[in-house]
């Protein structure tokens, strides 16, 4: 039986990522996963303080290349409904950012991660899948697929929505499921984008075009289920201009490429994100609609949380890890999970009082910029206000003194 101080059980994006920062701890990493995995045509759009924690990695160079600046998020009414909102732009230099953050394809981000791992001597490739997590004082005993037994005195369960390690440890889950399925694209455009992201607005949920290198976009296109299958399966030239007519051409022409997906939209989350020696990260913990591009930067959350817990301990002071996770990263969770059902709900809602309530919330968002100026820095990083205000703060009080 191989012992690792840590397992790291998934090899996605969060799995990879947490993986080579807890190994940056100088712990032995076990990255436990079957060796295939599905080509991903997706991106991530990661906020600054995600940039920034790639940085700490020395990560963000390699990354970088692959990636689009978004230096204006706008949100259009597309709707044909009575109570309509006005056009709200946010943009990073009123936070004194050169950007929000930055959009990257999936593909090149794991390629880049891939190397990586090969490249730490801290990490062991385990290409297996697990069966069961058995937890004992000492640790926890982790069963593969090939028959195979690791033990290891951590294990971050980063398996997805289906987590066996969740499963393992009698952790509850609460799901749910919505009435949309998301059509997942990426074009050319003939106009330039600018670094502009651009949120329509509709009633069947958020039409969202994000800024890709050169004249190329990615899109989230919330849709009935069954509209999405059927333009899902249309010819590509068919999409185009089905996607430019959305945009009311904005980018001018269009130019759908391959490998259009389509995914029912469901959300998830753990009773609890900890137990004992074992910790749960990214859509094994939490999972929610790719709206206000808040997925993988709660992941990396998960996983600063997590790196900051085990750095000054030994291994056999990782007994209460899970309860120490769970406690550091309830509220922000929950509250992610919490308002980001709620924008979308707030869409679908054919209750004026609901549509009343969404145009005021923009029409303030549109006419104060310290309102503004809050959300913005609050969709980057939790209490991100709050920190702006105190930095500000110091930063008069040692101008008086000096």
């Known amino acids: 039986m191989r012992q690792f101080d840590i397992a790291v059980v998934g090899a996605g994006l969060a799995g990879n990522l947490a993986a080579l920062a807890l190994a940056d701890s100088g712990r032995s990493v076990a990255l436990i996963a079957p060796p295939a995995r599905a080509a991903d045509g997706r991106t991530t759009a990661l906020m600054d303080q995600s940039i920034a924690f790639l940085g700490t990695l020395g990560l963000w160079g390699e990354i970088a290349r692959h990636a689009a600046a978004l230096e204006t998020m706008q949100i259009l009414d597309?709707?044909?409904?009575?109570?309509?909102?006005?056009?709200?732009?946010?943009?990073?230099?009123?936070?004194?950012?050169?950007?929000?953050?930055y959009n990257i394809p999936n593909a090149p981000f794991l390629d880049v991660l891939d190397a990586r791992i090969a490249a730490t001597g801290a990490i062991i490739r385990v290409e297996s899948g697990v069966t069961t997590a058995n937890a004992f004082e000492t640790g926890?005993?982790?069963?593969?697929?090939?028959?195979?037994?690791?033990?290891?005195?951590?294990?971050?369960?980063?398996?997805?929505?289906?987590?066996?390690?969740?499963e393992s440890a009698a952790i509850g889950i609460k799901a749910w499921s919505y009435p949309q399925a998301a059509l997942v694209l990426n074009f050319s455009h003939e106009r330039p984008h600018g670094n502009v992201s651009t949120e329509f607005h509709t009633e069947s949920g958020p039409f969202t075009q994000v800024p890709l290198p050169g004249?190329?976009?990615?899109?989230?296109w919330v849709l009935p289920p069954q509209e999405a299958a059927r333009l899902r399966m249309l010819p590509l030239a068919e999409i185009s201009r089905a996607v430019e007519e959305r945009m009311q051409s904005m980018l001018g022409s269009v130019s759908v490429e391959g490998g259009v997906q389509s995914f029912p939209l469901s959300g998830m989350t753990a009773e609890r994100f900890g137990k004992g020696r074992i910790a749960l990260v990214g859509e094994a913990a939490h999972a929610f609609p790719p709206i206000g591009a808040q997925g993988l930067n709660l992941s990396l959350r998960d996983i600063m949380a997590l790196r900051e817990l085990v750095a000054d301990r030994a291994p056999a002071d990782f007994a209460d890890i899970g309860e120490r996770f769970d406690r550091k990263r309830q509220a922000d969770i929950r509250s992610r999970t919490l308002s980001v059902d709620l924008l979308n709900r707030s869409l679908l809602s054919d209750f004026l009082p609901v549509q009343f309530l969404r145009s005021a919330g923009l029409h303030l968002l549109s006419a104060l910029g310290p309102l503004?100026?809050?959300?913005?820095?609050?969709?980057?990083?939790?209490?991100?206000?709050?920190?702006?205000?105190?930095?500000?703060?110091?930063?008069?009080?040692?101008?008086?003194?000096?």
């Not at 033990?151 to 969740?166: E, F, P, W």
């Not at 100026?373 to 009080?397: C, D, H, Q, T, W």
């Open 215 to 220: 004249r190329r976009s990615s899109l989230v």
């Open 78 to 101: 597309g709707t044909a409904r009575l109570l309509r909102a006005p056009p709200v732009a946010f943009r990073s230099s009123e936070v004194g950012l050169a950007a929000f953050g």
């Open 372 to 402: 503004r100026s809050i959300v913005m820095r609050e969709g980057i990083e939790p209490l991100g206000s709050l920190k702006a205000f105190r930095n500000g703060l110091r930063e008069r009080i040692a101008r008086k003194q000096a």
């Open 140 to 166: 926890v005993e982790l069963v593969l697929d090939n028959g195979e037994r690791v033990m290891a005195s951590l294990v971050i369960g980063a398996d997805g929505r289906k987590s066996k390690i969740r």
